[in-house]
């Protein structure tokens, strides 16, 4: 006979039983006064049945199990449940997702730096498609609203790591100062970065300006090693120094700080007066400070870093072994 059902998502199906691979065995061989252990798929039925499962989606590699299943309900005389079979999630070689993909588990994400919902969201796409209007960016909840079997896929969704990082890169640029820092601060200090010295208002003002260059939180500690670790000068950093008028330029800088607290306003009135008095455009300076307390020439604002720095304390020392 045929085994027939209708699923949620791919509509008929129908199954031989003479593809069933003859008679199915339910439970494992026993003594003739025993009953021996039930196996999976009587197992799944009756525990189905008794919690009183009214759907059962899950992968179309079960659709075969599906088969034996409804036979199994129909034997025992128990109310069936509705079939969803989801398409199988694939690499980018067309290939179901495996462990040799280097993907095992939503704690392999959050180790990796992935947010909840952005992992959330980002599984949500795979293999449906939201309605017209709705965008990419949703909360489960607002999917949850919308979610129709009818917008499931048939075929196989190639997992798309760009895509993913994408939606995580904006779920952290979405992120107040506060909540970051109540992520990252953690991660900081299993890094060893000595945090406790740190003011809250200092942490967040770090996550304030790391935030909109995060891809995954794990960027978050390495874009942040230079402002709790004295970083060593890169060749860019130190070529930058040899630049005529540049070390004039710092010591010119480095004279003019205090042990007070730099505001914006007379930092960047200390960074002119400092170009006036070794005769240097003012790039040569901020490239050659940039080049002192960061240890290369890329980095987040540079006003900003060195506003942090020193608040911290850290930005004449800084400088003074940049000039040797």
Not at 195 to 218: I, M, V
Request: charged share 20%.
């Amino acid at each position: 006979r045929n085994i027939q059902w209708n699923d949620l998502v791919r509509g008929a199906m129908s199954w031989s039983g003479a593809d069933l691979g003859g008679d199915m065995v339910i439970a494992r061989r026993a003594p003739a006064d025993q009953i021996g252990d039930p196996l999976y798929n009587l197992v799944v039925v009756v525990d189905d049945a008794a919690m009183a499962i009214t759907h059962v989606i899950r992968g179309e590699d079960h659709i075969a199990n599906t088969a034996k299943q409804l036979l199994l309900y129909e034997a025992l005389g128990l109310p069936l449940p509705e079939f969803a079979h989801t398409p199988l999630i694939l690499n980018q070689e067309g290939r179901k997702l495996s462990k040799r993909d280097g993907v095992t588990s939503v704690s392999d994400f959050r180790g990796m730096g992935y947010t909840a919902s952005a992992l959330a969201n980002y599984m949500t796409l795979l293999g449906w498609s939201p309605p017209e209007g709705m965008g990419e960016r949703f909360s489960l909840a607002e999917a949850a609203k919308v979610f129709d079997f009818q917008r499931v896929n048939k075929a196989g969704a190639r997992f798309d790591w760009d895509k993913l990082n994408w939606l995580n890169g904006q779920v952290l640029h979405e992120l107040g100062a506060a909540e970051l820092n109540r992520k990252l601060t953690p991660l900081w200090q299993e890094a060893g970065f000595e945090t406790s010295g740190r003011s809250q208002a200092w942490l967040e003002q770090l996550c304030e300006l790391l935030g909109p260059s995060l891809t995954l939180l794990a960027d978050g500690v390495e874009q942040a090693r230079p402002f709790f670790e004295t970083p060593s000068l890169k060749e860019d950093a130190q070529q930058q120094l040899q630049q005529p008028g540049a070390k004039e330029a710092l010591k010119a800088l480095l004279s003019s700080l205090s042990d007070e607290p730099l505001q914006a306003e007379q930092a960047k009135a200390l960074l002119s007066d400092a170009c006036k008095a070794a005769d240097v455009k003012k790039g040569v300076l901020m490239k050659s400070l940039r080049g002192a307390l960061m240890g290369q020439l890329q980095g987040p604002d540079l006003m900003e870093s060195w506003l942090l720095l020193n608040a911290a304390g850290q930005d004449r020392g800084r400088i003074s072994s940049a000039l040797g």
